[in-house]
């Protein structure tokens, strides 16, 4: 396959300078591109010079190059991870039968939707971080942020080689229609949810990190197995950068709480919000939120979409290739929970698998941030901080599927919703939570080597660098 070329205006591995037409499309749509940056982008840094790293191929050894660059300088190009010799679709109804290197013509509609919907996702959370640099708590978060925004613009523009390369007419348009909407905006918002709530303050950004991009990373997961071949090599290398976002969130949160732990252990018996700390009552209610609203972006546990781009073999389910079964799920069954019939609480139900892949996908994402959520409280145990973190039930706060409109504690007891308005500042961020976060947060710390009070130092630098490097110089 074609090596790296960075020499062209738009960086790229996909041959970009033997495609006239396509190279010129995309360089047409570049300059509207680098305008929505300047727009809808981090404010009051685009003339900063920040230490960044730019993919420059796509293989193992050194994919990565860093330097210092000023964000709309960016060499943001479209990288696709190398071809898999004679692959074959690995699931669905066409399962074993050659990839497809072209889009089937039945399949169009459904291919546009489900890309157009990824990459709307990517600059929306640009733009609801875009506040954040005016908080930081270190540069070194700083440059954390402006990596995962650069990144997230570079994956605008996987999904749009996709839309232009493969879509004509429809494609461009929705490619355009990409830098039109707004996360937020009233009259043009982002296509998901929660994709339009505001990221304001940095331990939402954390949370944002650890679970809105790991659903992320399971959608991409989940479209890597993608009998469309050039969408699954876009998503198998747009995971590699997703994986740093993944460990800004799981470390950021684990400093967060290290830095609380160290503190609580000096002051046991203090008022944890006069210690300059982000209490765990906080911490859990911001989790609540962000796990709640994160579990409905997997979308409803019963779902006639999924289950016919699984059998078209347009969307797979995570780690397809490990699972053993017949990967066409005409007669399996998966259980999920619901709401029960006719009395309070739950059962389970053992459903065709093939219309709850949704659910499927859910529960692997579960599994997975229970994992730092385990770490956080042997940090906290060790400290001797009497209090334990946990994911609410998953029936808790939730706005799609089979839960939304039972009302449930974060221990999953069905309550009425009167009790619920009534009761839900216990379990969810206040106005005066979200106040007080903001005001450990008055402004930027901007001297290498120095953090905020409430978030503790990492343990190293970035690319070999010290802690104390100084990650962004300031125009
Ligand atoms: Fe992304
Ligand atoms: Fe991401």
Redesign the pocket.
């Known amino acids: 396959m074609a090596s790296v070329d960075l020499n062209q205006r738009i960086p790229n591995n996909v041959g970009l300078g033997d495609d006239r037409r396509l190279r010129r499309a995309l360089e047409a749509w570049q300059p509207a591109y680098v305008e929505w940056w300047k727009e809808a982008g981090p404010v009051g840094l685009q003339t900063s010079d920040v230490y960044l790293r730019t993919a420059i191929d796509v293989d193992t050894s050194g994919w990565a190059h860093y330097d210092y660059v000023k964000m709309p300088d960016y060499r943001w190009g479209i990288f696709l991870a190398a071809p898999t010799a004679d692959r074959v679709i690995g699931f669905g109804d066409r399962a074993g039968e050659p990839v497809w290197q072209e889009v089937p013509g039945e399949h169009r509609g459904a291919l546009r939707r489900i890309i157009t919907v990824q990459g709307d996702t990517e600059p929306a ?1 640009v733009e609801q971080q875009r506040h954040l640099g005016a908080t930081c708590p270190s540069l070194y978060d700083l440059r954390a942020l402006l990596q ?1 925004n650069v ?2 613009g570079r ?1 605008l523009w996987a999904m749009v080689y996709l839309l232009h390369a493969y879509f004509g007419r429809d494609g461009r348009d929705e490619a355009d229609a990409l830098l039109e909407r707004r996360s937020g905006d009233a009259d043009r918002p982002r296509i998901l949810g929660a994709f339009n709530e505001a990221t304001s303050d940095w331990l939402a950004f954390f949370m944002f ?1 650890y679970f809105t ?1 790991r659903d ?1 990373k399971f959608q991409l997961a989940a479209l890597q197995e993608s009998g469309f071949d050039p969408l699954a090599r876009t998503c198998r290398f747009m995971l590699k ?2 994986s740093y ?1 993944m460990y800004v969130g799981e470390s950021g949160l684990t400093r967060i709480v290290q830095r609380t732990a160290d503190v609580l252990r000096e002051s046991p018996d203090a008022d944890p919000r006069s210690l300059g700390i982000i209490d765990p009552e906080t911490f859990q209610k911001y989790l609540n939120f962000h796990y709640s609203v994160t579990l409905d972006l997997f979308g409803a546990e019963v779902s006639t979409n999924s289950a016919n781009w699984y059998s078209m073999g347009l969307k797979g389910r995570y780690r397809e290739g490990r699972i053993d079964d017949d990967h066409r799920l005409d007669s399996s069954t998966y259980s999920m929970l619901r709401p029960a019939e006719g009395r309070t609480g739950f059962e389970t139900e053992e459903a065709p698998a093939l219309n709850v892949l949704n659910e499927r996908l859910r529960d692997d994402f579960i599994a997975d941030v229970e994992v730092g959520v385990r770490k956080w409280n042997r940090i906290l145990r060790e400290a001797g901080v009497d209090v334990e973190l946990r994911l609410p039930h998953r029936a808790f706060n939730r706005r799609i599927g089979v839960f939304r409109d039972v009302h449930v504690t974060p221990e999953g007891e069905g309550i009425a919703e009167e009790e619920w308005r009534r009761r839900e500042g216990e379990w969810l961020p206040t106005a005066r939570d979200r106040g007080y976060v903001a005001s450990l947060m008055p402004k930027a710390v901007r001297e290498p080597g120095r953090f905020a009070s409430w978030i503790a130092p990492p343990e190293r630098g970035v690319d070999r660098n010290p802690v104390a490097f100084e990650y962004v110089r300031f125009a």
């Open positions: 959370s995962v990144e997230e994956h990190t991009d992320g950068e997703e976002h």
